[in-house]
Nanobody, 121 residues
């Protein structure tokens, strides 16, 4: 089970840290990723960032590179997404996901329920 938290309403330029707590399995066995889905018709879920099971590799969507940081704390079975300098276009429901075998999978098998991030003045 994956449970996200940390979503909120924040002003442009602000920061948030999303957390995703994993239960029922050890996080160290999984590649992890964050996705988001913006509001509006035709908006598809998109990958934001991913980190390998050993933490050696990370990747970011171009529009968040330098502003977002993905991390993992295996001892706490928790993953994070630190989001700085937030912009209105970052407004979306954010989802964490894990995959036991594929790094940066576009369709991980296990997902959280999502947490709302709204960036607005």
């Amino acid at each position: 089970q994956l449970v996200e938290s940390g979503g909120d309403l924040v002003q442009p330029g602000g920061s948030l840290r999303l957390s995703c707590a994993v239960s029922g399995s050890s996080l160290e066995n999984y590649n992890i990723a964050w996705f988001r889905q913006a509001p509006g018709p035709g908006k598809e879920r998109e990958g934001v960032s991913c980190i390998s099971s050993d933490g050696a590799r990370t990747d970011y969507k171009d529009s968040v590179e330098g502003r977002f940081t993905i991390s993992r704390e295996n001892a706490k079975n928790t993953m994070y997404l630190q989001m700085n300098n937030l912009k209105p276009e970052d407004t979306a429901i954010y989802y964490c996901a894990v995959d036991p075998s594929t790094y940066c999978s576009r369709k991980p098998p296990y997902w959280g329920q999502g947490t709302q991030v709204t960036v607005s003045s």
